[in-house]
């Protein structure tokens, strides 16, 4: 019986593991917003552009800690997370149109780029590393 108690411990570690990463991932694509602008801006296709990566963010009350990679495009921004941050956090295409009231904010030690997402509404403020600003296409669109 001692056997099958180690076996279970062997197994159900990296099982919780998994559970418990899945479900942390979940909460913040779904409290984040994450997912809300995945049900409408999610990526159809590769990246094509000017690209950073290992950017921070910030959505709503969630950080994205240096898993952020961006890619500036002449018809929009490209957002991803790193590979092991992906469940529940498909790549996003916001096109330009829907990208308005840019501003620098600093929030303690971090500068960002804000911006608001609209659909038809407002649906959610974006921040992203202030590094992006510097970007050809972002220029090109900026107000």
């Given at each position: 019986?001692?056997?099958?108690?180690?076996?279970?411990?062997?197994?159900?570690?990296?099982?919780?593991?998994?559970?418990?990463?899945?479900?942390?991932?979940?909460?913040?694509?779904?409290?984040?917003?994450?997912?809300?602008?995945?049900?409408?801006?999610?990526?159809?296709?590769?990246?094509?552009?000017?690209?950073?990566?290992?950017?921070?963010?910030?959505?709503?009350?969630?950080?994205?800690?240096?898993?952020?990679?961006?890619?500036?495009?002449?018809?929009?921004?490209?957002?991803?997370?790193?590979?092991?941050?992906?469940?529940f956090h498909p790549p996003l295409f916001?096109?330009?149109?829907?990208?308005?009231?840019?501003?620098?904010?600093r929030i303690f030690f971090s500068r960002?780029?804000?911006?608001?997402?609209?659909?038809p509404e407002k649906l959610l403020t974006?921040?992203?590393?202030?590094?992006?600003?510097?970007?050809?296409?972002?220029?090109?669109?900026?107000?």
């Open positions: 019986m001692e056997t099958y108690a180690a076996y279970f411990a062997f197994l159900a570690g990296p099982l919780m593991f998994g559970a418990l990463w899945s479900f942390a991932l979940f909460v913040s694509s779904a409290l984040g917003g994450w997912w809300k602008l995945s049900n409408r801006f999610r990526a159809d296709g590769p990246a094509r552009g000017e690209k950073l990566t290992m950017l921070n963010g910030r959505m709503r009350c969630f950080n994205y800690s240096f898993v952020l990679n961006a890619v500036v495009s002449e018809r929009g921004v490209h957002l991803s997370v790193m590979f092991p941050f992906r469940p916001i096109p330009w149109e829907s990208i308005r009231n840019l501003r620098r904010e960002y780029a804000v911006f608001d997402v609209y659909g974006v921040r992203i590393s202030e590094s992006v600003l510097d970007l050809a296409h972002w220029k090109a669109h900026s107000i």
